[in-house]
């Protein structure tokens, strides 16, 4: 307010008040929504290759009652040679139409 004065010249204005307290901070509002993802990074190098592993034990193989090594297989193929031709096998109550040698007729009677 500005001034005022009186016909003497005489200032009428009273000495200045106390500041005033300080306001109070305003409501803050709610979060804004998320922003975009940035763009994905360059793709490090390639690590080392990790060191080879031990070599297994040579000498000829044992499966079963089968052995030898891959260049004598005589007694494998003479195992596998006494094995059921699934073809010749007949399961059910009647035997095989046209019995040959080596069929084999498993009756469910």
Known sequence: MPETWNPT???LKGP???DGAAGT???T???GPQGPAGPTGATGAAG???ATGPQGPAGPSVW???TGT???QADLQSALNQKLNA???TVGPAPPPSPAVNDLWVDTN
């Open 29 to 31: 509002g709610a979060a």
């Open 64 to 66: 079963g009652g089968i």
């Open 70 to 72: 891959l260049d004598t």
């Open 48 to 50: 080392a290759t990790g």
């Open 87 to 89: 073809s010749q096998l």
């Open 9 to 11: 010249g005489l200032n």
């Open 25 to 27: 901070a305003g409501v």
């Open 16 to 18: 200045d008040g106390a």
